[in-house]
């Protein structure tokens, strides 16, 4: 079975960078991540797939990279630049047969499996 596990958030100044970890287990091919801060709706942040085809929300357009190792099997958020407003849970996402698009790729209901989240604080 698919498990995710995510690791790398933390406490950084506005400006800083941060590189999120999800460690696969089991067979995925797209994959995402999102985040959720409290009272707001859970956003797609970046996606991918084995294939390496990258989308990213405008809000981190240009200042974040989202990658993949197959032999670690592990997924990574690159968030430069950051900014207060991406304080949230950042959770990573994945699923064996969802094909995105550039719009469904956000669409959180088409991945199957979900990491328990990691939080990210960035203060001004």
């Known amino acids: 079975q698919v498990q995710l596990v995510e690791s790398g958030g933390g406490s950084v100044q506005a400006g800083g960078s941060l590189r999120l970890s999800c460690i696969v287990s089991?067979?995925?091919?797209?994959m995402a991540w999102f985040r959720q801060a409290p009272g707001k709706e859970r956003e797609g942040v970046a996606g991918?797939?084995?294939?390496?085809?990258?989308r990213y929300a405008d809000s981190v357009k240009g200042r974040s990279a989202i990658s993949h190792d197959n032999a670690k099997k592990t997924l990574y958020l690159e968030l430069n630049s950051l900014k207060p407003e991406d304080t949230a849970i950042y959770y990573c996402?994945?699923?064996?047969?969802?094909?995105?698009?550039?719009?469904?790729?956000?669409?959180?209901?088409?991945?199957?499996?979900w990491g328990q989240g990691t939080q990210v604080t960035v203060s001004s």
């Open positions: 996402a994945a699923d064996p047969a969802f094909f995105p698009g550039d719009e469904s790729w956000r669409d959180g209901t088409r991945y199957r499996y």
């Open positions: 089991g067979y995925i091919y797209s």
């Open positions: 991918t797939t084995l294939d390496r085809r990258a």
